[in-house]
Nanobody, 126 residues
């Protein structure tokens, strides 16, 4: 059974950068769709972006577009979420999830993801 292992996160000053990683253990996440979700304090979890690791296609919601980016290391079976110019509203628990490459609505179809990371906390003090 594959496990999704997240690392990174912590506290970062507004305007700074942070990287969170999502690694597959015991199975491949590369060639799948990897979605990222954020749960901010007092809010419901929302999808913020995804990457189709097979062809590298990515998508981000407007509030993070231009500031967040994905990269992947196929040898490490890892996807990275890099956050630049972070803002206090970026504070939250960040989860990565792995689903089939054929997923049609990666931002909203949480139930289609087969494996989830445990989350990592990113805090941007105001």
């Amino acid at each position: 059974e594959m496990q999704v292992v997240q690392s990174g996160g912590g506290s970062v000053q507004a305007g700074g950068s942070m990287r969170v990683s999502c690694r597959g253990s015991g199975g491949a996440i590369i060639t799948n769709c990897v979605g990222w979700f954020r749960q901010s304090p007092g809010k419901e979890r929302e999808g913020i972006g995804f990457i189709y690791t097979g062809d590298g296609a990515t998508y981000f919601i407007d509030s993070v577009k231009g500031r967040f980016s994905f990269s992947q290391d196929n040898k490490q079976n890892t996807v990275f979420l890099r956050m630049d110019n972070v803002k206090p509203e970026d504070t939250g628990m960040y989860y990565c999830a792995v689903g089939p490459e054929t997923m049609r609505n990666p931002l909203t179809s949480e139930s289609d993801y087969t494996h989830w990371g445990k989350g990592t906390l990113v805090t941007v003090p105001s």
